[in-house]
């Protein structure tokens, strides 16, 4: 059982569209991260939220965590070529010690 | 400052061999982290290591090991190759005060191929 769905898995849009990615659990995190990965690299860190109902801006993303912390979105306004890639979220839940979580990730292709 | 450095980038095992993966953090960062990533399973948590302790332990089988040096470059073995272990491995570093909460900064990882 996967401990954070990420949804949808995949995802092929004309530049310019907007999109949502989300990703939900049913377990509390104490905080949530947002990964974009490129073929043959290793993820790169886009934001950590920590505050239940923050919303957090970057350019044109826009990472929303839910008010109960289990959840998360990360929105796109006017994607670009630029923003393909493999999104992931990730949690770190703590049981005795921290185990991080990721999701299987949403693969996004935007066409020009 | 150079980024996390992985070695070997590709690597290709028969069944039933070992494995040895290396990982150098960031200059100054005392932690690193192994995952595993997968289609299937996406990317999951090996262990992590802080001033050469395990810290953090996944949930994966004993073939899976690791070690870190005094210098925080930290190694991963696997023994005993199986198909399943195909897969792109991670390693991610932090400066390590701040667990779990810490910007983890990620390798280009290991494509290991087992055949």
């Known amino acids: 059982t996967q401990l954070l769905e990420q949804s949808p898995q995949f995802l092929s849009i004309q530049e310019g569209e907007n999109l949502t990615v989300y990703c939900n659990s049913s377990?509390?995190?104490?905080?949530l991260q947002w990964y974009r990965q490129e073929p043959g690299e290793g993820p790169v860190l886009l934001v950590t939220?920590?505050?239940?109902?923050e919303v957090k801006k970057l350019k044109r993303l826009t990472f929303q965590f839910g008010d109960a912390r289990k959840d998360s979105s990360l929105h796109i306004t006017a994607a670009q070529p630029g923003d393909t890639g493999l999104y992931l979220c990730?949690?770190?839940?703590?049981?005795?010690?921290?185990?991080?979580?990721f999701g299987r990730g949403t693969s996004l292709i935007v066409h020009p | 400052k150079a980024g996390v450095t992985q070695t070997p980038r590709y690597l290709i095992k028969t069944r039933g061999q070992q494995v040895t993966l290396s990982c150098s953090p960031i200059s100054g960062h005392r932690s690193v982290s192994w995952y595993q990533q997968t289609p299937g399973q996406g990317l999951q948590f090996l262990f992590e290591?802080?001033?050469?302790?395990?810290?953090n332990k996944g949930n994966f089988p004993g073939r899976f090991s690791g070690r870190q040096f005094s210098n925080s470059r930290s190694e991963m073995n696997v023994s005993t190759l199986e198909l399943g272990d195909s897969a792109l491995y991670l390693c991610?570093?932090?400066?390590?005060?701040?667990?779990?909460?810490?910007?983890?900064?990620f390798g280009p990882g290991t494509r290991l191929t087992v055949l």
């Open positions: 990730a949690g770190n839940t703590f049981e005795g010690s921290y185990i991080p979580t």
């Open positions: 377990s509390v995190f104490s905080s």
């Open positions: 991610a570093s932090t400066p390590g005060d701040r667990e779990g909460l810490s910007k983890q900064y």
């Open positions: 939220v920590v505050t239940g109902g």
């Open positions: 290591y802080f001033s050469e302790t395990q810290r």
